[in-house]
């Protein structure tokens, strides 16, 4: 399953930074297209013959520099703590420990201790959650991050839930869960509801892996 879009609230909205990142590829391609023409010119005066051909020029041009600036952000420049701070987004990538304890609904009180794998693959555009645990997985198919004012994130996402094929006795479902992460993005808790095949809920804490 591939990554998917997710939403960024009371955060630094996408557009804005496409907006940023426009200015700064028009002002850096007509830095360019100077140096350039200097070094032709300087090249000129030496008695070297040279020009700029239409192909050169598209090269140079503002919309391939923003392409580029545009697939920095979007994989590496975002992540440096302190922009990431300013933008107020958490780098969540990576592999996490999970611990959970499930209960079986409204007619149930008996809680089953579990644990897991929380895999997260994340872009400035992208997220992915996936959950693996013995007896199956999950995928996120939406979600939302959120700056807490009060310190840390908060983490929503719907997830869809399949069983292994050795596990009979598990059906299929979808969920949804709500995860506080904390402002060192080291760790996080929150609550998860089942249904549509599953009707339980139950707590999770995750805990990043080196």
């Avoid at 391609?29 to 140096?35: H, R, T």
């Avoid at 700056?147 to 949804?176: K, S």
Wanted: charge should be positive.
């Amino acid at each position: 399953m591939r990554s998917h879009e997710y939403v960024l609230l009371d955060g630094i909205s996408r557009a804005k930074i496409g907006r940023y990142l426009g200015t700064a590829a028009a002002a850096i391609s007509a830095g360019i297209v100077y140096l350039v023409l200097r070094v032709i010119d300087l090249a000129g005066r030496y008695g070297l013959h040279a020009h700029l051909t239409p192909s050169v020029m598209a090269l140079i041009g503002a919309g391939t520099v923003y392409l580029i600036l545009y697939w920095l952000f979007d994989r590496h420049l975002w992540r440096i703590p302190w922009l990431a701070s300013l933008l107020k987004v958490p780098d969540l990538q990576g592999q996490w420990r999970c611990e959970g304890t499930s209960y079986g609904g409204a007619d149930d009180a008996s809680a089953r201790d579990w644990t897991g794998t929380v895999s997260i693959a994340q872009s400035w555009d992208r997220l992915r959650i996936r959950l693996t645990t013995e007896q199956s997985g999950s995928d996120s198919v939406v979600a939302a991050l959120m700056h807490d004012e009060a310190g840390g994130y908060r983490l929503f996402y719907n997830y869809r839930n399949d069983a292994r094929i050795d596990q009979p006795g598990l059906a299929n479902h979808v969920g949804f869960c709500d995860m506080t992460v904390s402002a060192d993005q080291q760790q996080a808790e929150g609550d998860y509801f089942n249904g549509r095949g599953r009707a339980t809920y139950g707590r999770m804490r995750w805990r990043r892996q080196p």
